[in-house]
């Protein structure tokens, strides 16, 4: 499975702002694993004696020992998890505000990209990406389903996942730990607001507007320039980062229709019907029978019932072996060893549960299931009562009413 980290960055107010990629990628060799991915094992008897190389124990006898260390770390608990890369290949993307904004087109044309290299050579048809909680990844935002949905559509993606950390928990998202080495090629740097021998665009007064627009693309684009001649090719642990430019008349590609496609989730049930926009809500409807939302990600899996996946068979047997208990929405199964604590990934493995607890954030405390979740698909938490209205008049063609009212939902902590 392919993992992409990523945020963004304003440098500026107007000027070049950046989106970063972080591409997840295991090191060929273990000699620069950082002491702190790995947690020290402490032996009750002596809480002095550390050892790296530690036995797996009966919760995972299918673990070989000699591929214990390195590759699988305690918690707290002495359980094991599976040890999984926190840094890899940046990709940065500068563009101007003033041309591009940042939007779920931007993010859906940013990652085709991004991901164009490791479908294509790699074969990765399973991909999780690890987003902040911005407004423009926003999981209830309808823009965000559809334009992910693209993606995992358009490049036969067998599971696309979308997670972010709870509130307050985003320093936790490895990408934030690159921003450091980034600001440290700029020291010092001062990136110009004209060209050379000329002064700033909006003080000369002797140009039209179209002048003065045509004079600004030139200037953001020598910003962008100059700002990747300090990037490209740089390194960030061990992996060269790659800064990409976007020319202020460059054409969003490869989806460029995002105001056709505002336009529809914003308009009326009669205006949704219209010649011009009912192609995005059957693309759209179509999308989210393969969809699963949760308060914190959006899973989208193939099935084997639509003419989509008959004509785009699943690659990852395994992966859908391991999902279909879960009836292909992966929820967090509560651990019934230790309280207030769920199943590592190695305890679901081992132990082949059949069937989970619940269903999807049964066991989120801000959730409520008896008001939060669709009755008519069960695979969607709502964050509001306007989510639930517009998620019902759109895919269920009705508003439903909740059994119990609808209380204000409780930040996660």
Known sequence: MLCI??????????????????????????????????????????????????????????????????????????????????????TVFNRATKFHSTNAETHANDLTKVLLYDINLERKYSVSVTCDNGPDWSFKSPL????????????????LVLTSYAPHHSAENMIEHAWSPLGRYLVGVTI??????????????????????EKEEIVYDNAVDILNSY??????????????????????????????????????????DSDKLKHIGQEYKLLMKHCTKSTNSLQFIKCDSCEHCRSHPIHSDKLMDFLKPHKRHFTP?????????????????????????????????????????????????????????????ILHSKVTKNKAPRQKRTSQK
């Open 192 to 213: 110009p607001a004209c060209l050379p021998g000329e002064i700033p665009p909006y003080l000369q007064t002797n140009m039209s507007e179209t002048e003065r627009k």
């Open 5 to 90: 980290k990523l945020n963004e960055v304003h440098v500026v107010t107007r000027m070049p702002f950046f989106i970063g990629y972080l591409r997840l990628k295991k090191k060929e060799s273990t000699s620069r694993i950082r002491a702190k991915s790995i947690s020290p094992v402490r032996f009750p008897s002596d809480p002095s004696r550390r050892s790296r190389s530690v036995s797996p124990g009966s919760e995972s006898h299918d673990i070989p020992s000699e591929q214990i260390s390195g590759l699988y770390r305690r918690d707290k608990h002495q359980r094991l998890h599976v040890n999984y890369p926190r840094t890899g290949e940046l």
């Open 144 to 159: 965000t389903q559809l334009y992910m949905g693209r993606i995992w559509r358009d490049m036969d993606l067998d599971y």
């Open 231 to 272: 990037w490209n090719g740089k390194q960030y642990d061990g992996y060269n980062i790659k800064s990409t430019k976007v020319a202020a008349k460059e054409t969003p590609s490869p989806y460029n229709d995002y105001s056709t496609v505002k336009q529809y989730f914003d308009a009326g049930i009669k205006a949704r």
């Open 333 to 393: 199964t509560p651990s019934k060893s230790i309280q207030n604590s769920f199943c590592t990934f190695l305890e679901l493995h081992n132990s082949k549960i059949t069937k989970p607890e619940g269903t999807i954030d049964a066991h989120c405390p801000s959730v409520n299931i008896e008001t939060d979740l669709c009755r008519i698909c069960k695979r969607y938490i709502f964050m509001s009562a306007a989510e639930e209205k517009k998620h019902c008049q």
